[in-house]
C-alpha cells in the first residue's frame, strides 16, 4: 500500500466516522483501555460493531452467540443493542481479558443479559447443540482462533434460526489468505483459505464477504 493511497484510507475512514453514529461513550473508554493491551488489535473494529449491531436491530434479534469475547467490544455493543430479554451466550478461554469485558458489562448495566462460559468454545457449542437449543439463536459472531472456524461455523449452522445470521471476522488475515500458498505458511492461513473458496459451494446458506475491518463475512441460514 503506497502513502498515497494509505492517507486516502485514513480521510475517508475520517469522514465516515464523522457522518455515521457516534461510538458510546462506554465503547470508547472499553476500545481506549484495550489498546494499552500488547494484542489490542485483536479487538474488533467499531465499523464492524456497528454492522453488527444494525443487522441485529434489522432482524429484531433477541438470541446472540459469540464466540471469542476478549475484552468485550462487541458483546458490549450488542448487549447495549438487544432488547431488555435478550439474551448472550458468550465463549472464551482467557481470564485476564474476559475480566475487563466483565468490568465494562456492569459499567453498561447489561451483566444480565450475558452469560460467559470460560472453556474451549467447542465444548459449549456441542453442549448447547445437546441441549436441543438448534435453530434457536438470531445472530452469532465467531472470531476466535482460526484453525477450528469451520468447526465453529458448522456447529453455529445449528444453533441459528432459519434466516438468521453468521457473521465471521478476519477472514482476510491481513491479506495473508491472499497470497500463493507457501511450504513455509501457518495452517490458519491454509485452513481460511480453504474455507473461504468453499462456502460459495454451500447451499445451506447466503453469503458475501466486505472489506471490513480485516474482512467480515457474514452468512445467512436458509
Known amino acids: 500500500m503506497t502513502v498515497q493511497s494509505s492517507q486516502s484510507n485514513l480521510l475517508v475512514q475520517q469522514y465516515l466516522t464523522s457522518i455515521n453514529s457516534p461510538e458510546s461513550e462506554i465503547l470508547t473508554q472499553l476500545r481506549a483501555e484495550t489498546n494499552l493491551h500488547r494484542k489490542g488489535n485483536m479487538s474488533i473494529a467499531p465499523e464492524q460493531a456497528q ?5 441485529a436491530q434489522l432482524i429484531q434479534a433477541r438470541f446472540y452467540l459469540e464466540i471469542g469475547v476478549y475484552t468485550g467490544y462487541s458483546s458490549t455493543a450488542m448487549a447495549m443493542t438487544l432488547p431488555e430479554d435478550g439474551h448472550i451466550t458468550a465463549c472464551d478461554i482467557n481470564v485476564t481479558y474476559t475480566d475487563i469485558a ?6 453498561a448495566s447489561i451483566s444480565h ?6 472453556q474451549p468454545a467447542l465444548i459449549t457449542l456441542d453442549a448447547l447443540i445437546a441441549k436441543q437449543q438448534s435453530n434457536h439463536y438470531d445472530l452469532a459472531l465467531i472470531d476466535a482462533d482460526k484453525t477450528p472456524t469451520p468447526f465453529y461455523y458448522e456447529r453455529c449452522l445449528q444453533l441459528i434460526r432459519p434466516g438468521g445470521i453468521i457473521a465471521i471476522d478476519n477472514v482476510l488475515l491481513h491479506g495473508r489468505v491472499m497470497h500463493k500458498t507457501r511450504e513455509d505458511e501457518s495452517e490458519s492461513i491454509k485452513i481460511m483459505r480453504q474455507f473461504n473458496a468453499g462456502l460459495i459451494q454451500d447451499q445451506r446458506i447466503n453469503m458475501l464477504t466486505l472489506p471490513v475491518g480485516d474482512g467480515l463475512t457474514l452468512i445467512q441460514k436458509k
Open 51 to 55: 454492522l453488527l449491531t444494525w443487522l
Open 102 to 107: 466483565k468490568k465494562y458489562w456492569q459499567k
Open 113 to 118: 443479559k450475558i452469560e460467559l462460559f470460560l
